[in-house]
């Protein structure tokens, strides 16, 4: 028995178009990261009445915008990226296809005009989410300092082929991070630099013109976006929107599609989760974080009750080192005596310092992020440090005059 | 005599889309999303608009000189009533944290919905779930 794809059908029916689904097929080749069998595809209803396409994959979202009609749903429709790559093959070429859905059998089905379905399991358990909105306006940002860049297609091609070619030679087993790119917006130039050093190559830096407002440097992975802008029309302008220093997110715009890269830094990306890895091997874990981003430093309690901190830092020469720090005392005024007290201190510390920084008075680890496979010993270091310089918020400001 | 529908009298016509396709050219690319952007506003502080099916307060206008304008709805006499006491609440709410309102030069609006255009969302859309049949 055949199966009767029409009985019960959603009273809804989105008509698409062979060009809007290359485009998002297109797209969602170029950033799939091919991690999650379950990737879907969201179509709704835009501003303006237009229809969208939204896929997002990990760090990455993109969206395509088409023509959409009156009678569009205004909900998410969760189409399987399995669903829009068979579809390329079995629409006609200059025609559409219907998309509507199946009541009884929950499934979405598509219907071309010669007579023919396909139909694949409605997507369970997935909720669009806030993060799967194209725009996400960064509360903690008062927009005082964006950096927009208008540049042609052509331009914005070069930096996208620049950034695909990659050294010769190189071992990904022992390098299996590839760089990230620091994009640089000012001055009517759009330049961006690939630093292949670690992986004992050169650096490459390149510049296009670009119509700039505000000026900005930022750092991303770049070979998605790379990837997706390579599919795009290259007859129009672009937009490249970074909302200030604190901007969690990237924007590349074009007229009918768009990219939202989230900003990181590279040595974070790096050696983050295996310093939040090695922590707990001896038993520490690092407080959640709410930002998407990879954070600059996380918390961590020790004894029940200090707030440490853990951060990592990259010096010129590309090494990265780990900081475990604790606030030991702060409102601590600068004088003779608090500095006469704090060296005292450091003389008879081993494999930690303390410091004064603004006027908080801070204990530190640091070694180099290679070293975290011995962790245990650098905990214990900053453990002991800290009992030594347990009572120093009460006798340090006995110095202060 | 001539009679307008603007609540601004004579002077104020809604527009109208049938001109030039620079003129649309420039209310879709740059004035709608700056309407979107003030409903938006408006309704988040003043709830949606009484007398609008969408709850918007404000529209796109044109004068007959041909000059872009915001039109703001009209409003009954009990609407008016409402949203006066409504702007008492949030007088009320900014005196208590004592909030200084930014002057038009400190003031920066985010310039991500106007770059990002229709992809814009200013809702989560609900999910599609499968019907479930009794």
Redesign the interface.
């Given at each position: 028995m055949t199966p009767d794809f029409e009985s019960h059908s959603s009273d809804w029916c989105v008509r698409v178009t062979v060009r809007e689904l290359l485009e998002v097929h297109l797209t969602v080749n170029a950033i799939n990261q091919k991690v999650n069998p379950g990737h879907i595809v969201w179509l709704t209803k835009g501003e303006n009445g237009k229809r969208l396409w939204i896929y997002r994959d990990r760090t990455i979202l993109a969206w395509v915008t088409a023509d959409g009609e009156a009678t569009d749903p205004s909900f998410a429709l969760p189409i399987p990226e399995l669903f829009v790559e068979e579809l390329i093959d079995f629409v006609d070429a200059g025609n559409g296809v219907d998309i509507f859905y199946n009541e009884v059998d929950d499934t979405i089905v598509a219907r071309s005009d010669n007579g023919s379905y396909i139909a694949i399991d409605h997507p369970k358990n997935v909720k669009f989410e806030t993060q799967d909105l194209p725009y996400l306006g960064n509360s903690q940002s008062d927009h005082s300092a964006p950096a927009v860049a208008m540049v042609s297609m052509s331009n914005l091609v070069q930096f996208a082929k620049f950034v695909l070619k990659y050294p010769s030679g190189v071992n990904w087993n022992e390098h299996h991070l590839m760089p990230f790119v620091a994009l640089a917006i000012e001055n009517d130039m759009l330049a961006w630099t690939m630093d292949w050093r670690r992986q004992k190559a050169a650096r490459m830096t390149g510049a296009v013109p670009a119509a700039t407002t505000g000026s900005i440097t930022a750092t991303f992975y770049p070979y998605h976006v790379a990837q997706a802008i390579l599919t795009k029309d290259r007859d129009e302008d672009a937009k490249i929107f970074i909302d200030g220093e604190n901007a969690e997110y990237a924007y590349f715009v074009g007229p009918d599609w768009g990219i939202r890269m989230l900003l990181d830094a590279e040595h974070l990306a790096r050696w983050n989760h295996k310093v939040v890895r090695e922590l707990k091997n001896v038993g520490i874990e690092v407080d959640n974080w709410k930002s998407r981003q990879i954070p600059s430093f996380m918390t961590f309690t020790l004894n029940d009750s200090d707030t440490c901190y853990v951060s990592l830092h990259e010096l010129e020469d590309m090494t990265v080192t780990v900081r475990l720090t604790a606030v030991l005392s702060s409102d601590v005024p600068e004088t003779l005596g608090v500095y006469g007290e704090i060296n005292k201190l450091n003389d008879s510390l081993v494999g930690a310092r303390v410091s004064m920084r603004d006027d908080e008075v801070r204990l530190v680890v640091e070694f180099p992020a290679e070293g975290i496979t011995n962790m245990a010993v650098h905990v214990h270091t900053f453990t002991k440090a800290l009992t030594k310089c347990k009572d120093i918020h009460t006798f340090l400001p006995l110095f202060a005059d | 005599m001539s009679h307008s529908s603007s609540p601004f009298g004579d002077g104020f016509e809604p527009f109208n889309p049938s001109q030039s396709i620079e003129e649309i050219e420039k209310v879709?690319l740059d004035l709608?999303p700056k309407i979107?952007d003030l409903n938006r506003h408006m309704i988040d502080v003043l709830g949606p608009c009484p007398e609008t099916e969408n709850g918007n307060w404000a529209y796109l206008a044109r004068t007959e000189d041909g000059d872009f304008v915001i039109g703001f709805e009209q409003l009954s006499f009990k609407s008016g009533m409402k949203l006066s006491n409504r702007f008492l609440d949030i007088y009320r709410v900014l005196d208590e944290v004592d909030v200084a309102a930014p002057s038009s030069s400190q003031y920066?609006?985010?310039?991500?919905?106007a770059?990002?255009?229709?992809?814009?969302?200013?809702f989560?859309?609900?999910?599609?779930v499968?019907?479930v049949?009794k």
């Open positions: - | 879709v709608e979107r920066q609006p985010d310039l991500g919905p770059i990002v255009g229709d992809a814009a969302l200013s989560v859309p609900a999910t599609h499968r019907v049949r």
